[in-house]
C-alpha cells in the first residue's frame, strides 16, 4: 500500500461518476468547476502532508487493522496520544489552508462507527464491526477519502421521523432486498460530499422504537446511482464565477464547499450495512460521532483563528497601526481566543478513554465545551478581525479596476498604504479579510457544524452532575454534617 | 417647489453624466447596472415616504431657510423634536428596506457644515455662510440628494497628510484660481456616491497649521468632471451578477453600495467653497458631523436589527423551533439591542442643545455611546441570527436549482419545512439571511461607518470629566471635606 | 408648606415608634444604630438636595394637586420633561451618595397607584382616587417619605399565593372591618423600610379572579401597631458593628440597607384603603409600578457607575499607572456604560404618553431594557473597577492596624503609593473599593432591585412585535408583495 | 517520614511563634483566632487529603529527591501526567472546600526555584541547586507548608525598584554578614502566611543590571525573628468577629485569609539563600512561578465555579425554579465555563515540556491562557449565581434574628420555601451565596491572584508569533509563492 498524493487523488476522481449539479446545470468535470476547485485543492493538501517529513507524525498513523502507515484521516486512534496528534494535524491544517479538508466528517464517522458496531455484534451477536473492518480496512489500503454523511434535511423540526408529511425528510430504508438495501432520503450541508470518494452515512438522531427504518448505518461510493450533489449558492461561489483571481482572497483553497446530497432510491450491499433496524445503538453511535466530532473542531476553529490573526495583523502593519495599543489589544484577544479552544480539545483529548473494541473517545463535557468555545471564539474574533482591517476590506474595487488600464492606476496611487508595501499586496489583503471574516463559511463548517450551540449545551446541562454538586453545597453550610464529603467524593471523575 | 417622488428621482439620475466603472467596465447606464440598481430603488424610497401620510411628520420638514415643507433629508434640525423625528425617519426607513438610505452622510454633513461656516464668519468676517445657505437652498428646492464625503485614503495612518509619500492621500486644493479651487485626491467607502445628485465634500480630520491645502469644505456635482465613482467589489456584488432574483435575499433593495470617489484635478467654482484654508474650524467641523452621525447611526443600526429578528423568527417558524426557549431568549437579546441603540439615539437627541446658528446639535458623550453600542450590538445580532437560522442559511442550492425541470423537485420535496410553508418561501428566507447576515455591508455601513470604535472610545474617555469624579470618591472616603461636594457640583451638566 | 430639611427628617424620625430588630436585638434609638444610621443620612441627602439652589430645578417640582412646591419624591410627572428631570434628579443622588436614597420605591409606587386608583374609579364608580389624592396631599404638605412595599416572601414560586402551604406568603387582607381592613403577610428587600415614614403597600404580581384577598393597595405610617422591620445581615453591615471609620469606605452613607417587614395583623383605616378585591387592576398597578422603577432605575446605576469610576481612576493615579492603554481602556468602557445606562432613562421619559389621569409613564419596552441594561453593566463595571483597583482593596489591613501605635508605622511606610499621595489616602480608597465593589448592596438595589432580569426578559419578548418583523422580512424575500409595506406600518409607535 | 495529618499539622502551629496583628491587636493563638481559624482549617484539609485512599494517587507523589511518598504540595512533577495529576487535585481541594488550600504559591515557588537555580549552577557554577534541594528535603521529610512570597508593595508602579523614594518598597538585602544576609522590605496578598511554617521569598519581577540588591531568593521559617504578619480587614473578616456561625455560609473554611508580611531586617542564614545578585536568572525564575501558578489556578478556579453551581442549584430547588429555561440556561453557562478553565490548565499541562533539571514546565501560551479564562469566567459566573439566588442572598437576616425568641417565628414562617425543605436549609444556602458570591476572597485569589489580566495578556501577545502567521496570510493571498509554506512550517511547535 503506498500513501496518496495529492496528484494521485485528482486523477483518482477523474475516474469518479460523480453526479454534481451547480447553479441549475450539471456539470461533467466537477473537480475542474471553479466553484469545486478549491474543495478539490484543498482535499489534495491533506494528502500531500502525510508525505511531509516534518509533520508525518501527526499527518500519519499506524493502522490497528493492518500495521500499515495510513494516512491519519482514515485511521482509528487508540490511546490520548494519537488523538491528540490528530488535534495537532487539524491545527496545522486548518491553519496553513485557511479552510476545512473536509475529511474529518469521515474519520469521526469511522471511530464512532468502529466502536458501536464493536458494541452491537457484542450485544446482539451480528457481524458488523467484521463488515464494517473489511470495509475500513479497503479504504485505508485505497487510501480513499470518506465524507461523513449525518445531517438529514429533517422538515419540521418540532416532530420525529415518522410524524412528517414525508416519511424521506429522514434517510430511511425503503426495501430490503437479497443483494441489498435500498434508500431514500437527503443528507445538507454535505462538506465536500462531492470530492470524496465514499460517503459513510449515519442517522442523524438517536431513533427510537418504531423508527426502525431509520436506524441504518452504511457506506457507499460517492457515484452510486441515485445519489445527486447539489452545489450549495453562495455568495463566495458567486464570486468565483464572475471574479478575478484577486477577488477570491484564498485564492487557491477559496470558500468552503457543500453540497445537499440526494439519495434517490440508492441500492446498498449488504456487506456494506453496518447496521440495519438496530434503534438501540443508534444514540451511542450519533453521540460519539458528536463528540468526537466536537473534539477536534476545536483545532480546526483554532487554526482559523490563527488565520484571522494573520490577516488583521497584516492589514495593521500595511495600515500603520500595528503598535497602536487597541491593536495590539485584539490581537491578544484573538490569540487567547484561538488557544483557549485548542486547549479545549487537547484536554478533552488527554482526559478521554479507551472503549472495549480498542477505540479511544475523547471526554464527553469537554468535547461539547470545547465546540462551544470555539463557535463563540471564531464570531468574536472576525469581528475583532473586521476592526483591525477597516472598511476596504468590505469597499474595496475589483480586481478587474486595479488591471484595468485607465483606471488602474487611480488604485495603484490612492490604495497605497505604508511605504515599501506595495498596493497590490495591500488590495490582496483586503480580498483575504473580505473572504474570511464575511463568507458564510464559518457558519456551516464552524458554527451550525458538528451540532447548533443548543446541542452542546444540552449536554453540558446533562453531564453537569448537579446532585453531587449541590450536596457539596450543603455540607459546606452545615446542611449536612461534613462527614458526608468523603461518601459523595470518592473518585475525581465524579468531579468534573 | 415639490418634493420628488421616486419616479422623479430616477427620471432625475438618467440626466446625469456621472462617471462608473463596476468590475472593470465603464457602465454607461450606471442606474440600470445589476450591482447599482439596488442602491437606486433605496435612494427612490427615501423620497416615497415623503409623500407617505402616515410618515410625513417624521420624514418631512419646514425648512428654516425657505419655510417651505423639504425632505428631511436636506433639513436642518433646530430643536430636539426635530432631531427625535429624524431618528424615527432613520429607523423606519432603515426596517422597511433591510438597508441604507444613503442620504444621511449628506444631512449630517449639511447639519455641521451649517454651523461651523457660522462659527467661521462669526470669527473671521468671511461669507461662508450666506454661501453655504444659498447652495442648501438650491438642494432643498430642487429636492436633491446628497453625499457627504468624508474618508480620505490616508496612506500611512501613523503619518500627517504632509508626510505621507503623495501629498493628494489626503483631498487637498492643489490650485487657487480666479473662477475656482483645483482638487485632487480621492475618498473611499463612499455610500451610494455614484447615485446623489451632489457631493459635499469635507476634510476627513481635524488639520493644523500648515495643512491648509487640506481644510477645505466644498460642494460639487456628482457628474462633475474629473470625478470618477469605482464601484465595490463584494461577494455580495457577485451574487447581482450571477444570481436569481431568489438568490439576492434583500430582493429590491439588495446590498450597500459604495464606490472610490477618485477627484482628479476638479475644479470647483468659489460660490461652492466653504471653507479654504481655515484650519482652525476644522475640527469642529469633523466632530460635529461625526457626533451627528453617530446619533443617528443609532437608529440605523435599530431598524437593521429589526430586520434580523424579523428574518430569525420567520425562519424559527418556518423550522418547527419558534417556541422553544432559547429560541424566545434569543429573539429577546436582539429585541433588547435594538431597542438599546435607538435608546441612545433618542437621548442623545433629548439631551443637545442648540448652537448660535440655530443648528441643533445632539449630546456629544451619548452620540458617541450610541454608535459604540450599536456596532457592538450589530454583530452579536447577527450571529444570535445565525445560530437561529441553522446551516442551510449558508448550504441551500442556487435558485436556479429550485427552478430547475429535473432536481427542482428534490429541492421542493426535501426543503420542505413545517407543513403549509411552501418550501419556496422557506428557501427565500434563507437566502434573506445569507444576505443579511454575511453580507460585507454591515462592516462599512454599521461598524466601521461615521468612524471605528477607536474613535468612539477615544471621544468616550475625553469626555468622562475624571476630576469630577475623583473628587467625589474622595469625598466619600474621607479625604476631602463634605462641604466639597457643594462646590464641585454646582450644575447637572457636569455630571455626565 | 415647608420643604423639609435633613435635620427636620432626622428630628422628625426620633418622634416615631417603628419596630426595629438588628442582630437578634430590638433598636431603641433605630435612627442611631450604626447599621442604619447611614441610611438616615442618605435620607438626609435627599431632604437637603431641595435646598439646594443648583438642582432644585431637579429634586423639586410643583405638586399637580396643590400647586406647592413639593420634593420630588413625592411629586407626580405630568410631562417627559418632569420625567427627565426626576432621572437627573436621581443620577445626581445616587453619584454624590455612592448609594440609594430609598425614596424612589415610594416615588414610583405613587406613580402607578394614582393612574390606577384613576383607571379603577373610571371603570367601577369608586373613589379609591380621591382617597389617594388626599393621602398624596398629607404626604406632600407634611413633606414625608414613603417606602413602595412590594416584594412578599412568595414561598413556592412555582405557585400561586393561593396554593402555597401558608397563605400569608403573599400579603392579604384577612379580615374587612367597619374601620378598616386587617393584613397579614410579609415583605422583603425593603430598602430603607425602617427610616421611612410610610409604607404605601402594593401586590406583589397581577392576581387573578379568586386571588381578591391578595389584590389589595393601601398605605400605613412605618411604627403602626403589627409592623416588625428585620434588618438585613451582611456583611457589609458586620463591618459597621467591629470596623474603624476608615473601614466603611463609603463612610457616611456607606451599605445599602434593607429589612424584612412583618405586617402581623396589622389594621388600615378605610381612607388608606386605595384597592380591596379588585384584581383586575393588579396587572396595570404592577406593570406600572415596575415600569417607572426600571426606568429610573436607569440613571441610579449611572450615578454608581460613576462612582465605580471615580474610585477606579483615583486608585489608578495613586498607583501611577492611569495612563497606561489598559486603564484608559477600561475607564472608557465602564463611561460608556455609565451613559449607556443613562441613555435608556432618558429616552424611555421621552418617548412616553399620557395616561388619563394626567399621570406621565414612560415607554414600557425602553424601560425594560434600560433595567437591563444596567444590572448587566453594573456587574461588568464592578468587575473593571476590581481590575483598575488591584489586589489591595481586598488585601488592606483594618484601619485600626494603621491607626496602632506600633505596627501603624509600617503600613504608611509600605502602603505608600505615587509619591505626594499620602499613604491614608490610598488607604482610604481602597478601602472604599472594598466597599464598593464587594458589598452585597448591588445586589438587591441594581440586580435584583424592580425585577430580576428574567422578568424583563419577558416583558421584552412579549413586546418584540414579531408579526410586524416578520412580515417586513417576507415582503423584502419576495414571498409577499411590496405594497404590503404601506398596510402595515401605518404608525410609527409600531416599530418599536 | 510520615504525611502529617490536619491534627499533626495544627499541632505543630502551636509550637510557632509567628507573629500576627488582627485588627490592631497582636494576637497570641493566632491559629485559634475567629479570622484565622479557617485558614487553618482548609490548610489541615490538604494534610488529610493525603490520607484518603481514594485521592491519594492525585494527593500525593513519589519524591525524586528522596523516593518516598511525600505531599504533592511539595513535591516537584517531572512529567505531564504528574502536573495534571495536580490539576485534579487543586480541583477536587477547591471544590470540597469552597475555598484555597494556601499551599499552591509554596508548590509553585518549589518548582522555579528548583529548575532555575539548576540553570544558575550551570551557568556560574554556584551550588544554589544543592542548597535549594537540601531545603527541600527538609520540608519534604517534615511534611511542612510552604508559602511562595512573591508580591512586592511596589509604590509607584511606573517606577524601576531603586527609583522610588524608598528602596525597601521592593524586599532587598539591606546587608550581607558571614552568617546570611539580612533582608528588609514587605510583601502583599500573602495568602495564608501566618498559617505556614515556611517562607520561601522570591523577588517580584525580573530586576536588571543595578538592581542586585533586589535579586535574592531564598527560605525562612514563617516565625523568624523580624517577620510580622498583619492580617486582611475585610468585610468577611468583620462576620466573623460578629457574626453566628448560620452567617459564615462557609462555616468552617469560610472567607480566604491574606496578610502583609513585614520583613524588618530579617537575618537568612547562607545555607538557605538561593540567589543572591543573579539578576539574570530574575527573570525565568518568575515567569516559570507565574505560568505554573497559572496553570494550577485553572483547576482551583474550575473548582469555585463548581461551589457557585452547588449553591445556585441548591437555591433554585429551594425556591422551586430549578426546572424554569433560564435556570437551566444559567447553570449550563457555568458548567461550560467550569470545564473551560479546567481544560486550559489540563492543556498546558499535557503540552508541557522537561528542563534539563528534569522539573516538568507547562506550556507557558495555554497557562497564561487558562489563568485569563478563569479570572474572566469566575465573575461571569458570580453574577450567574446571584442572578439565580435572588435577593435574599443579600437581603436575610442574621443568624441570631432567626434564633431569637420572638421574631425567629417570623423567619421560619416566611422565609419557608418549597415543601419539605426546612426553612433554616434556605437560610443557610443564601448565606453560604452570600459568602461565596459577595466576600472579596475572589478578588485576591482568583483574579488579581498570580499576577492581573494585563499581565497575562502582555505574555499573549508575546507568545503570538505573528510573523509566523501573517506570512502564511500572504501565501494564501498571493503575494508570496505557495511553496513558501513548506519553509515556514517545519514544526508544529511553531503553530501555537
Request: glycine share 8%; net charge neutral.
Amino acid at each position: 500500500m503506498t500513501l496518496k498524493t495529492g496528484e494521485d487523488y485528482k486523477r483518482s476522481l477523474a475516474k469518479m461518476k460523480t453526479v454534481v449539479y451547480v447553479r441549475g446545470e450539471k456539470v461533467d468535470r466537477f473537480y475542474d468547476h471553479p466553484c469545486l476547485k478549491p474543495a478539490v485543492e484543498i482535499v489534495a493538501v491533506g494528502y500531500d502532508l502525510a508525505h511531509n517529513p516534518h509533520h508525518a507524525s501527526c499527518t500519519t498513523a499506524v493502522s490497528h487493522l493492518t500495521g500499515e502507515i495510513v494516512n491519519r484521516f482514515v485511521n482509528v486512534a487508540t490511546s490520548a496520544e494519537e488523538l491528540i496528534k490528530r488535534e495537532k494535524q487539524i491545527r496545522l491544517a486548518s491553519f496553513t489552508t485557511g479552510g476545512c479538508l473536509y475529511q474529518c466528517t469521515g474519520t469521526d464517522a469511522i471511530h464512532a462507527a468502529a466502536c458501536t458496531t464493536y458494541d452491537a455484534d457484542a450485544a446482539l451477536g451480528t457481524d458488523y464491526y467484521q463488515r464494517f473492518n473489511e470495509w475500513l480496512k479497503y479504504i485505508q489500503t485505497n487510501d480513499l477519502c470518506v465524507n461523513g454523511v449525518i445531517t438529514d434535511v429533517k422538515g419540521d423540526r418540532s416532530k420525529r421521523p415518522t410524524e412528517q408529511v414525508n416519511p424521506d425528510l429522514f434517510l430511511r430504508v425503503v426495501e430490503k432486498r437479497k443483494d441489498g438495501i435500498i434508500v431514500r432520503g437527503a443528507k445538507v450541508h454535505q462538506s465536500g460530499a462531492a470530492v470524496m470518494h465514499e460517503h459513510l452515512v449515519y442517522p442523524c438522531q438517536a431513533m427510537r422504537q418504531g423508527e426502525e427504518q431509520y436506524a441504518t448505518l452504511f457506506a457507499i461510493p460517492a457515484d452510486a446511482k441515485g445519489i445527486i450533489h447539489i452545489h450549495q449558492g453562495t455568495s463566495a461561489d458567486a464570486m468565483r464565477l464572475v471574479g478575478d483571481e484577486m477577488d477570491f482572497g484564498n485564492i487557491k483553497y477559496g470558500a468552503s464547499s457543500t453540497q445537499m446530497t440526494i439519495f434517490d432510491n440508492v441500492v446498498v450491499p449488504w456487506e456494506r450495512v453496518f447496521l440495519c433496524g438496530e434503534t438501540q445503538f443508534t444514540r451511542d453511535l450519533v453521540e460519539r460521532f458528536g463528540r468526537i466530532h466536537r473534539c477536534v473542531s476545536c483545532s480546526c476553529t483554532s487554526g482559523w483563528i490563527d488565520d484571522f490573526i494573520g490577516v488583521a495583523q497584516a492589514l495593521a502593519e500595511y495600515n500603520g497601526v500595528a503598535n497602536l495599543p487597541h491593536i495590539k489589544d485584539k490581537i491578544t484577544q484573538m490569540t487567547f481566543m484561538s488557544g483557549r479552544a485548542f486547549a479545549c480539545g487537547i484536554a478533552a483529548a488527554a482526559l478521554g478513554y479507551k472503549t472495549p473494541s480498542g477505540v479511544y473517545l475523547p471526554d464527553r463535557l469537554l468535547s461539547n465545551i470545547g465546540k462551544l468555545d470555539g463557535a463563540l471564539s471564531i464570531n468574536e474574533s472576525r469581528q475583532l478581525g473586521i476592526d483591525i482591517a477597516g472598511g476596504l476590506m468590505a469597499t474595496a474595487p475589483w480586481g478587474k479596476d486595479y488591471k484595468h488600464p485607465e483606471i488602474g492606476k487611480y488604485i495603484e496611487e490612492f490604495l497605497q498604504g505604508v511605504e515599501g508595501v506595495p498596493t497590490e499586496h495591500r488590495l490582496r489583503m483586503f480580498k483575504l479579510a473580505h473572504h474570511l471574516y464575511t463568507s458564510s463559511g464559518i457558519v456551516e463548517t464552524k458554527i451550525q457544524g458538528s451540532g447548533p450551540s443548543q446541542v452542546q449545551k444540552v449536554n453540558i446541562y446533562h453531564l453537569a452532575n448537579l446532585a453531587l454538586k449541590t450536596k457539596v453545597a450543603r455540607i459546606l453550610c452545615g446542611i449536612e454534617a461534613e462527614e458526608e464529603m468523603g461518601n459523595v467524593l470518592k473518585d475525581f471523575s465524579e468531579i468534573a
